[in-house]
């Protein structure tokens, strides 16, 4: 199991960027995938995006296209998440998740979950 914790949420307004970090304990091995998910108030759980470990191999949910990009620094145990351009409707608590497979964007079958960070941008 591989313990995630979550940076670099925050307060922004329409059109800011930020950058959210996910560092993962130990070492990530290979057919690692760690996502990005998110959640707004009385909705479900949202894919946002997806990084394999190994190759660099990306998936991102279409809502986020263009704006969104996820990256992994392998020395440092870290997944980011770059946002730019924010809307309103980002507003959600962030999560990363990690799993060993092929990507997915189902929440479910990720198995190690950070706490969340809240990202709230006002219009």
């Known amino acids: 199991q591989v313990q995630l914790v979550e940076s670099g949420g925050g307060l922004v307004q329409a059109g800011d960027s930020l950058r959210l970090g996910c560092a993962a304990s130990?070492?990530?091995?290979?057919?690692?995938?760690v996502g990005w998910f998110r959640q707004a108030p009385g909705k479900e759980r949202e894919f946002v995006a997806a990084?394999?470990?190994?190759?660099?191999?990306?998936v991102y949910a279409n809502s986020v296209k263009g704006r969104f990009t996820i990256s992994r620094d392998n020395a440092k145990n870290t997944v980011y998440l770059q946002m730019v351009n924010l809307k309103p409707e980002d507003t959600a608590v962030y999560y990363c998740?990690?799993?060993?497979?092929?990507?997915?964007?189902?929440?479910?079958?990720?198995?190690?979950w950070g706490q969340g960070t809240q990202v709230t941008v006002s219009s």
């Open positions: 130990g070492r990530p091995g290979s057919r690692y995938v």
């Open positions: 998740a990690a799993r060993f497979g092929i990507v997915t964007v189902r929440s479910s079958e990720y198995t190690d």
């Open positions: 990084i394999t470990w190994t190759y660099g191999s990306t």
